[in-house]
């Protein structure tokens, strides 16, 4: 068991990484009061999950006064021929990805929870000015509590490891083989807006109800590929 506490994220590489997706939100601050990890047995690690344990994560987002140019680190993607790859994967130019191994089977056991996750996100209205007044839009707030990431059997329900790699058992490990590794989140949510000087106003709330989300992941054996993803998500009104 090990943990670190009071780490601050950083927020260029953050914001690099999101302006790719999204140009209209920049991270001001990123906290989070503790991380720990559990290993309930080291002598097992391809059956016993290991549990990542984050307690409070406080994220503050505003609204840029500029944007990042979306043509900046976009790397030119190269097409090769089928035997060009060939090629290049024995001259040793690209490595070729190994069979699906142990460090792939810890990582689809980890679990991870989160007792709660704030996020603010600040526009800044016509004037663009970060000079509180009449004219600065209320903030957005979203709380999201008791985040729970854990592996599940076929049926959805949380199970022992043994149980949960239980219908991968009989699937073969030649060129045809694949995994089936079922996953679930779970989390209570609650989003509001809070008006400058004033107490925020509940828009949606999931406090008495918590969101579902059921994935699906297919891998191939040969060389750890995912072959397919499939959500389904339950959200209470």
């Given at each position: 068991?090990?943990?670190?506490?009071?780490?601050?994220?950083?927020?260029?590489?953050?914001?690099?990484?999101?302006?790719?997706?999204?140009?209209?939100?920049?991270?001001?601050?990123v906290?989070?009061s503790?991380?720990?990890?559990h290993?309930?047995?080291?002598?097992?690690?391809?059956?016993?999950?290991?549990?990542?344990?984050i307690?409070?994560?406080?994220?503050?987002?505003?609204?840029?006064?500029?944007?990042?140019?979306e043509?900046?680190?976009?790397?030119?993607?190269?097409?090769?021929?089928?035997?060009?790859?060939?090629?290049?994967?024995?001259?040793g130019?690209?490595?070729?990805?190994?069979?699906?191994?142990?460090?792939?089977?810890?990582?689809?056991?980890?679990?991870?929870?989160?007792?709660?996750?704030?996020?603010?996100?600040?526009?800044?209205?016509?004037?663009?000015?970060?000079?509180p007044g009449?004219?600065?839009?209320?903030?957005?707030?979203m709380?999201?509590?008791?985040?729970?990431?854990?592996?599940?059997?076929?049926?959805?329900?949380?199970?022992?490891?043994?149980?949960?790699?239980?219908?991968?058992?009989?699937?073969?490990?030649?060129?045809?083989?694949?995994?089936?590794?079922?996953?679930?989140?779970?989390?209570?949510?609650?989003?509001a807006?809070?008006?400058?000087?004033?107490?925020p106003i509940?828009?949606?709330?999931?406090?008495?109800?918590?969101?579902?989300?059921?994935?699906?992941?297919?891998?191939?054996?040969?060389?750890?590929?995912?072959?397919?993803?499939?959500?389904d998500?339950?959200?209470p009104?």
């Amino acid at each position: 068991k090990g943990e670190i506490r009071d780490v601050e994220l950083n927020c260029v590489f953050l914001n690099e990484t999101a302006s790719k997706i999204s140009p209209l939100l920049e991270f001001e601050s990123v906290h989070v009061s503790k991380i720990s990890f559990h290993v309930s047995s080291w002598t097992n690690l391809r059956k016993a999950p290991i549990i990542v344990d984050i307690e409070h994560v406080k994220a503050s987002v505003v609204e840029p006064f500029h944007f990042l140019d979306e043509r900046a680190g976009r790397k030119s993607i190269q097409q090769v021929t089928r035997e060009q790859l060939v090629l290049m994967i024995r001259d040793g130019i690209l490595k070729a990805r190994g069979a699906y191994n142990l460090f792939d089977r810890i990582l689809d056991n980890l679990s991870v929870e989160v007792s709660s996750i704030q996020i603010s996100f600040q526009p800044y209205g016509k004037f663009k000015t970060r000079r509180p007044g009449p004219w600065t839009p209320p903030a957005w707030q979203m709380n999201l509590a008791n985040i729970r990431f854990v592996s599940v059997n076929e049926y959805g329900q949380e199970a022992p490891p043994e149980e949960v790699w239980r219908h991968n058992h009989h699937r073969s490990s030649g060129s045809g083989g694949a995994l089936l590794i079922y996953k679930k989140c779970e989390m209570e949510y609650k989003i509001a807006i809070k008006p400058l000087n004033g107490d925020p106003i509940p828009l949606v709330t999931g406090r008495d109800n918590k969101m579902e989300v059921q994935v699906a992941i297919k891998r191939r054996i040969r060389d750890g590929e995912v072959l397919a993803v499939q959500i389904d998500s339950t959200i209470p009104k």
